[in-house]
């Protein structure tokens, strides 16, 4: 790979409108931080391929994310944006090939394109697989790469407190600052495990927030060490979930993402009526679906979270497709109604195809 001058022509698209050519996956509502970070990737990749890395003596540092973030920001740069999954068993040849059925041309880009790949372990599995020509091209590596000519590497380190606390809290809204202020030092300030503590936390609100620092503790004490002053952790939680004949439930497939999951919680928030009418939406959920669902909580994101877990864990789609067909009889035409339908017809297609 060899340096390649260029500039960024700005593209003019509405905000949030995808390019032409785009396979990103949806953006993270409650990705926090790195502001200064992504500007300066924004400005390296005019000149060369950007590898992201972890800092020195940091894991987990949230590369994929990161790299996911400045795809959705400096969007409206791109005329393409391609993500490649290096991990994908299908490899990376098969998914070059469907890039070249999107965009009818040879594999050879110019600075609207945007191509990244996560998860390279080697830089040989790259050959053959980059663009030609001048495109901008960002690698997020699984541990250390060794560095190659013509590519800059940026690593990443851990967030700052208040951007861990705004990460964690945006994720768990029922944690308060100083509990996340506590996760978030013992968890070394890293955006990966503070997402998954705040997912564990969203889903399982009443999980007291001792006991999940005192098992970070554990996991620390009997990891293998590693260089720098963080030993890695990982936010395994063991969380019963207990079945019992006739619940119509099944074990969840975990292929829905929480971004996912997360997007449809927004979604349904910009419902004004669910604010007055919620009650009123589950009652009407359970009278078509036949069985009570528990969405007790004090704040509507742990309710909606409970909702929605309880809709994929369910034997078949019946509680998702209640979901919109009872919200018109409380909202009738509210304008949110056709990105819930959305959203939830594509979880349909990933948990029950």
């Known amino acids: ?106 594999f050879t880009a110019d600075p609207s394109w945007l191509t990244v790949y996560d998860g390279v372990r080697t830089f040989g599995e790259l050959d053959g697989h980059l663009p030609g020509g001048r495109g901008h091209v960002l690698i997020t590596c699984a541990d250390g790469l060794a560095q190659a000519n013509g590519v800059r590497p940026y690593p990443l380190g851990p967030l700052n407190p208040p951007e861990s606390v705004l990460l964690l809290t945006g994720k768990a809204p029922t944690l308060n600052p100083a509990q996340a202020a506590r996760l978030a030092d013992a968890l070394g300030h890293r955006p990966a495990p503070l997402s998954e503590m705040g997912e564990l936390l969203l889903e399982n609100p009443d999980l007291d927030v001792d006991v999940c620092l005192a098992l970070i503790g554990i996991g620390r004490s009997t990891a293998t060490p590693a260089p720098g002053p963080l030993a890695p952790v990982s936010v395994s939680v063991p969380v019963p979930r207990p079945r019992s004949p006739g619940t119509g439930e099944q074990d969840p497939g975990g292929v829905v993402s929480a971004s996912l999951r997360e997007q449809l919680i927004d979604a349904l928030r910009e419902i004004e009526e669910l604010t007055t009418d919620f009650d009123e939406w589950i009652k009407n959920i359970e009278d078509q679906v036949g069985l009570p669902i528990d969405t007790s909580g004090s704040h509507i994101r742990v309710r909606l979270s409970k909702l929605i877990r309880r809709s994929l864990r369910h034997k078949d789609a019946s509680i998702l497709v209640q979901m919109p067909a009872t919200l018109r009889i409380v909202a009738k035409n509210d304008p949110a109604l056709p990105k819930v339908e959305e959203l939830i017809d594509a979880m349909k297609k990933i948990s029950f195809p």
Request: aromatic residues 8%.
């Open 1 to 106: 790979m060899t340096p390649h001058p260029s500039s960024v022509p700005e593209r003019i698209r509405a905000p949030g409108v995808p390019p032409p050519v785009c396979n990103r996956a949806p953006r993270d509502p409650r990705f926090a931080g790195r502001d200064d970070a992504l500007e300066e990737v924004g400005e390296l990749l005019r000149d060369r391929p950007v590898l992201i890395t972890d800092a020195e003596g940091m894991e987990r540092s949230g590369k994929s994310a990161f790299a996911l973030e400045y795809c959705h920001r400096f969007g409206q740069r791109y005329e393409v944006i391609w993500w490649f999954d290096a991990r994908a068993p299908t490899g990376l040849a098969a998914q070059v090939d469907s890039l070249r059925r999107k965009t009818g041309a040879a």
